[in-house]
């Protein structure tokens, strides 16, 4: 089953994010969308950060490599890394085919509520998509 990213979250930097309870405590699981993959093409390395990092809202916590760019990997919430999807980096050509389910990068316990109100929803950021095309 994969998420719907019509209720997930975006950040303008292309960074979904799905905000969950666990455990008693907001998570948020963040990802790069299907739009900015698109953008990226062939992926060919990643940097992901380490569990335990705290991060602000905003701030950059890894890089995405393609053989077009290398992209800054943004936090669109302020908190702690809880976990970090460790296989990715190498089955970069699935993230592509599964960015929502597949493609998580991260899992953040949310600090506070910082940047959750600066987050798109589908419908905005599908608009500044088709702006920036």
Same mark, same amino acid.
């Given at each position: 089953? &994969?998420? +719907? /990213?019509s209720?997930?979250?975006f950040a303008p930097t292309h960074e979904w994010t799905d905000i969950a309870e #666990? *455990?008693?405590a907001k998570v948020a699981t963040i990802g790069i969308s299907a739009f900015a993959l698109?953008?990226? *093409? +062939?992926l060919v390395y990643m940097d992901l950060p380490e569990?335990?990092?705290v991060? +602000?809202?905003? /701030?950059e916590m890894g890089?995405? #490599?393609s053989v077009k760019a290398v992209s800054p990997l943004y936090s669109p919430v302020a908190g702690e890394i809880v976990e970090v999807h460790t296989e990715l980096p190498d089955q970069l050509e699935k993230l592509n085919e599964d960015p929502y389910e597949f493609g998580w990068i991260v899992k953040v316990k949310l600090r506070d509520d910082s940047g959750v109100d600066q987050l798109l929803d589908f419908d905005a950021y599908q608009k500044q998509c088709a #702006? &920036?095309?």
């Open positions: 089953m &994969s998420r +719907d /990213e209720s997930l979250l #666990e *455990n008693g698109e953008q990226l *093409n +062939d569990v335990g990092r991060v +602000d809202a905003g /701030e890089e995405v #490599e #702006e &920036s095309a």
